[in-house]
């Protein structure tokens, strides 16, 4: 077996995360053996986590301290590749990548991958690493690259990831959701950064429409919890009734979405509502929403599901949404078939496994000093940014004091 090391930016439940274990699983039948590592400062303090997922995978799971800069961060990479025999290294995210090339892979001594699945590339990645990015766009703008870029999209296990319908009815019971009324779920990280407005807004759509026969059923938690469910708590005293549910987050959210009738969500989360043969608004990051229809389905696939967009009258625009699918059941099913058929053709674990398995054979015979060599003038450039940068920092807060000392004395 061919031993990776994978490193990860965070270890709460999260998009990117579960695709690594996911990932991880699927390769261990095509000869790989994945031990995944993550700082340990990123652990929720309570609930669930991704050592939750990784146990259920059967896939080792380790942390490690958050190293103070790139060169600690190197020699404790190297440390624990070398621990576990790596002969691949693999990160996700973009922060330890300069980390892992003065590293585990100095001088090519290992390959290195990097999976970028955030919205954007920073131009200062390293360019010698196999680059997996799961969003078209990106793939088509960064075409030109000289090591190339492989489109990987975040995978979905379809056989877990399927509509059941027991586990729906399960959740609901659960969760003392009413029989007969429809639910409209998001599974989401409840973040300030990026994820909440979202939340916020749908919440403002379920109060503007009143009780149409629907509930709202928020999963997930975050540091945007606690204003969350006070504007929760706020309708629903309005209204007289429960219209949003606050379920807290879950390792295993698979019976939330079985329980939806319409799905809410954006990335990973949007794409696993649609394994799971469910109708989809899609959510933008600052205030936008479009149904998943065959009309909408390439442009939406092609930005993995995320707009940057931002509509003034986002909350009209959701109600648009979902009026029509809380009115019509044929649309609902018509609609629920095609995402279904939509998530087997695009973005199957296995498929994506393929991909990726592919990606490291690849690695493993093109990858070395040569390549490696090339980060150096781009590596130049970056040690020059940042002496430049702690330079105008220490000048800054030279002239910060001056400005105090001058003020005191003054007022003296």
């Known amino acids: 077996m061919t031993k990776v090391l994978v490193q990860l930016n965070n270890l709460a439940l999260g998009g990117t995360q579960i695709n690594a274990v996911d990932m991880a699983w699927a390769l261990s039948a095509r000869g790989y053996d994945s031990v995944l590592a993550g700082p340990v400062d990123t652990l929720p303090r ?36 070398a621990r576990h025999g790596a002969d691949i290294v693999h990160i996700y995210g973009s922060w330890t990548a300069r980390s892992a090339l003065w590293g585990p892979c100095l001088l090519g001594r290992r390959p290195l991958a990097l999976t970028v699945y955030e919205m954007s590339v920073d131009p200062r990645t390293p360019r010698s690493p196999a680059l997996v990015v799961g969003t078209r766009y990106l793939a088509e703008d960064l075409a030109g690259r000289a090591e190339g870029v492989d489109l990987i999209s975040p995978p979905v296990d379809l056989e877990r990831d399927a509509p059941s319908g027991a586990a729906g009815r399960d959740f609901a019971e659960r969760h003392g959701l009413q029989e007969g009324r429809l639910k409209i779920v998001t599974v989401t990280r409840l ?17 503007r429409m009143g009780d149409v026969g629907a509930d709202l059923v928020i999963v997930g938690t975050g540091d945007a919890e606690a ?36 799905v ?43 707009s940057d967009e931002a ?20 649309l609902r099913e018509t609609l629920g078939t095609f995402s279904r058929d939509f998530a087997t053709a695009n973005f199957g674990l296995q498929a994506m496994a393929d991909r990726q398995a592919a990606v490291y054979a690849r690695l493993l ?27 105008a920092r220490m000048r800054s807060r030279t002239t910060g004091r001056n400005s105090l000392v001058a003020t005191m004395g003054g007022e003296n």
């Open 311 to 330: 509509r003034p009258d986002a909350v009209e625009q959701l109600i648009d949404c979902l009026r029509p699918l809380l009115a019509d059941t044929g």
């Open 227 to 262: 204003d969350i469910g006070a504007r929760a708590a706020q309708v629903n005293a309005r209204h007289g009734r429960p219209l949003v549910a606050m379920a807290g987050p879950m390792a295993d959210p698979r019976g939330a979405y079985d329980a939806a009738d319409i």
């Open 191 to 207: 973040d300030e950064s990026m994820k909440s407005l979202s939340v916020k807004l749908a919440i403002e759509a379920m109060d």
């Open 46 to 81: 309570t609930g669930p986590s991704l050592f939750d997922i990784a146990a259920e995978r059967g896939i080792p799971l380790e942390t490690f301290e958050r190293p103070r800069s790139t060169w600690t961060g190197a020699a404790a990479m190297s440390r624990l590749a």
């Open 264 to 306: 809410l969500g954006m990335g990973g989360s949007a794409a696993r509502g649609l394994a799971f043969g469910k109708p989809l608004v899609v959510t933008g990051e600052f205030g936008w929403f479009k149904t998943f229809t065959p009309a909408t389905s390439d442009g939406l696939f092609r930005n993995s599901f995320w």
């Open 365 to 391: 015979v093109r990858y070395g000093p040569r390549a490696w060599s090339r980060e150096l003038p781009l590596e130049a450039g970056n040690v020059v940014r940042g002496a430049r940068d702690r330079l």
